[in-house]
């Protein structure tokens, strides 16, 4: 009677812990240490930061004080600049173009982008190297053909011509962010509205509209705050003081003999103000829409 041999005995592999998970104390040796991004931040900070505290100190301390910190604190050049330089004038004007340049530039981008994104044309292609061509000519060159045009309208030193000028300017660029934030809603939605019984322009104010807003928010931001900081449109097409802009008016604070610092400071403060604020009430959708534009549909 044969005896079967028994199978060799296999030694179960040995199973090896997992490695430890790290710790807040212990640091990948990939990742970069902390001071080596918050002493780059810093320096950044602190570049940028000194120049608005030094026009806030020719702004804030009376004339003539070489103090480095603006104590005693005086309000005289913000009231000098704004009722003795006309900068209320100046203001209210920067006002009406940046808001007409907003509106305009957004109604008529919206609509030339709805059509570049969702109709097909002959020479749609040749249509947006144009446009983007239109981006490396720079404001300078459209000022003499402009003004030409403008002269036979009898248009000169009329806040209309400045408005037009910068709806112009603003036009190409903001057209191909709408269109490209146009391509990124589906066309699926429309069509669905079509079935329910909408027309095409109901069905893009119901459905696509309300989804643009991070993206007409971003444009209408650009334009507003280039029509505001743009210096030669309204220097070249108004003449009269009371129909000129801030930067203009910035200008008019400097002089071939002498410059007043504390008013050029407190008008430079007064330009910004209301830049920033409408910067920090809409960088959320301003972020969203620049980078939903800038992505191809």
């Not at 037009?164 to 490209?180: K, R, Y």
């Not at 329910?196 to 971003?218: E, K, N, Q, T």
């Not at 410059?259 to 920033?276: E, M, Q, R, S, W």
Request: one cysteine or more; glycine letters at 6%; charged letters at 10%.
């Amino acid at each position: 009677m044969s005896i079967k041999e028994a199978p060799p005995v296999v030694p179960a592999a040995r199973q090896t812990p997992p490695p430890p998970r790290p710790t807040g104390k212990h640091r990948a040796w990939d990742e970069a240490p902390r001071w080596q991004i918050y002493l780059p931040l810093g320096i950044y900070l602190l570049f940028t930061l000194i120049p608005f505290y030094w026009i806030l100190l020719f702004a804030l301390r009376p004339a003539g004080s070489t103090s480095l910190v603006p104590w005693p604190m005086t309000f005289d050049h913000f009231e000098k600049v704004w009722n003795e330089r006309s900068f209320g004038t100046y203001f209210q004007n920067s006002v009406l173009v940046g808001v007409a340049t907003l509106v305009m530039t957004t109604v008529v981008a919206l609509a030339g982008g709805y059509a570049l994104a969702r109709f097909d044309f002959k020479i749609k292609r040749a249509f947006m190297l144009a446009l983007l061509c239109s981006q490396f000519v720079p404001g300078a060159l459209l000022l003499v053909p402009l003004f030409e045009i403008f002269a036979e309208l009898q248009m000169i030193n009329s806040l209309v011509s400045v408005i037009l000028a910068e709806t112009v300017f603003q036009l190409p660029l903001s057209m191909i962010l709408i269109s490209n934030f146009i391509k990124n809603v589906p066309y699926s939605l429309e069509e669905a509205a079509w079935v329910d019984g909408c027309g095409r322009m109901r069905a893009f104010r119901v459905v696509v509209l309300p989804l643009l807003r991070p993206g007409l928010i971003a444009v209408g931001s650009f334009a507003f705050v280039h029509s505001w900081n743009h210096f030669l449109f309204a220097l070249m097409f108004l003449n009269n003081q009371d129909k000129q802009t801030i930067p203009v008016g910035l200008n008019t604070l400097m002089s071939a003999d002498s410059v007043d610092l504390g008013a050029l400071a407190a008008g430079g403060i007064i330009a910004a103000v209301p830049v920033v604020l409408v910067f920090a009430f809409i960088q959320k959708w301003l972020i969203t829409g620049f980078s939903a534009g800038a992505v191809k549909g």
